[in-house]
């Protein structure tokens, strides 16, 4: 990643703070915030600023940057000791050898309102050993965050407004008192279901307020100490039991799946409640099964989180709650597919290992995108999981590629190739009603497309195209390919690409959702996935530099690349001749797609 990653996050950071108050805020923070909740903290909170972190090589090319995004390049600025020691505890470096400063440009709201965008900068100069540090923060975010002032702060407000957001899944996260500006801060995570975009936000209080910052510390260290606790219990480290037993606890891993796919087919989601615990008994004639065998299942249910013991009976807990077909985001699917097809093929894997062939292929006969066809029930269970992770797609809408797309005078067309049952496109449509739309994939995909923009109200906006990557339309000026080249070996990711390319229009943008390889070799979803492409379809997961290769291959150039949900990231390629964020659509920068013509995950 390159400051080009810089300007472009800084541009939707400006983008983000000029476009939001707290009234719009605050639901995608805490989505099941209710009209009463979402009026008391509107009337008592104001949406401040974004915070971001920024690696120019030097001062002049952060004003460059800043005045790039419109932010005045004569800001003041000032050392920023708390990112710096921060940075210096993530990553094992001296504080005195990070030169971290800290700006506030000015920016405004919709309704005119002051607000600042707070750019943290280290300065990291070419050839710098910082550069490992800067693609890593870039990658993880850590310090971007979202601020709110409470205005006429009182003890008994604050802490009113810490247990509203607490109630709402918002973590307790440190904080501190500012002698210099004589405020107190009080950070927080936001929960899971956020699609705000920022995974912190913090509490401005004017003044210092000890007592409510001591209990909300030690909120902090409790939640920290609690979620210790349940990391080890359910994935516990190398170091913290003798290598025998640790080995025995990952070598039960297939009986977790195991138990989450029971839990799902038997229904015990549904028959369970998040509010009150059900007796194991009652539990049993509700869904069919021996009482003493399920007891058993719900004591391991309850070791991993998904149930919560009370008396003598179980309550369904957050996660357990996702695996209700009803559920909002629910991965129910998820859960049966991996714990059906996919685990008989994972119990092939030796053959995958010794031919380099899908295990999935062996285990079935054909691929599973022609065995997942010719079944509907099983089709549409690969439709649905696909669907189950579609809380990656949440901040694909308000990318400034889209948005841009959105405010063309002529208007412009989002095509989707390979895009599934139409969740991603139905999605851009309903944020845009502007914008138009073009579904390619198989036929019994394009019919799953045609129920999902009907429910969502855009059938009239979409059109759609049966058939196979060759089928690519042109004139689009968005292109998406979503979860599709995982699927495929390098030789036929380059194939595919190079039909979105002829397709595409001088100022068309491809957006490509991925989950990447990490470079440095961190834990990431991405490593487990790759096991999962190489032994079901014969695909891969990659790097970033990877794909900026399989690109440019293709005659397109890998611009920029944003975090999203669930461990993705969103790759935005065009070709070079164009400049960069522009186009017969405007000013562009980014986002993704869907498919059927590829795997789930």
Known sequence: MTTEDDTFRLRATADFVRRHDAATLLPLLLPDLDDAALRTLTRHLGFTHAALLVFPPDARALRAELAACGLAADTPS???????????????????????????????????????????????????????????????????????????????LLRGLCALLAEHGAGPDGGGHNPHEDVTVLYFTAPAAARAGYRRLELCAPGEHRAVLTAHLAATEATAATATTATTAARPAVTARPPAETLLHLLTGAWTTQALAACARLRLPEALSTAEAVPTDALARRTGTHSRALATLLRYLAMLGVVAPEGDGHRLTAVGDLLREDAPGSMRPLALLYGGPFYRSFGELDHTLRTGEAAFDHLFGENHFDHFARDPE?????????????????????????????????????????????????????????????????PHAVEAARRTMARAGCADRCGYRAGDFADVPGGGDVYLLSR????????????????????????????????????????????????????????????????????????LALVDRTPLPLGAALLRARRPTAAPGTGASGERAGQQGGGGLRTAG
């Open 78 to 156: 000032g050392p920023s000791t708390v990112v710096r020691r921060r940075l210096a505890e993530r990553h094992h470096r001296a504080a005195e050898a990070l030169d971290v400063t800290i700006l506030r440009p000015a920016a405004h709201g919709p309704d005119g309102t002051a607000r600042t965008v707070e750019v943290f900068a280290l300065t990291v100069p070419p050839g710098s050993d910082l550069q490992a540090l800067a693609d890593h923060e870039r990658a993880h975010q850590h310090e971007a965050h979202i601020a709110f002032e409470v205005a006429d702060p009182e003890p008994l």
């Open 378 to 442: 099983l089709a549409d269970l690969f439709d649905r999981s696909m669907a189950a992770s579609a809380r990656m797609f949440d901040p694909v809408p308000d990318h400034p590629v889209l948005t841009a797309a959105a405010r063309s005078p002529a208007g412009a067309t989002v095509v989707d190739v390979a895009g599934g049952n139409g969740e991603l496109l139905a999605r851009v449509l309903t944020a845009h009603p502007r914008l138009r739309g073009v579904l390619l994939e198989r």
């Open 484 to 555: 599709v080249l995982h699927d495929w070996d390098d030789d036929r990711c380059r194939e595919i690409l190079r039909h979105c390319a002829r397709a595409m229009p001088a100022h068309a943008d491809l957006l490509v959702l991925e989950r990447l390889l990490p470079a440095d070799g961190s834990p990431s979803l991405a490593t487990a996935w790759d096991l999962h492409m190489m032994c079901n379809v014969g695909g891969r997961e990659r790097e970033a530099g990877h794909y900026a290769a399989l690109f440019a291959d293709a005659g």
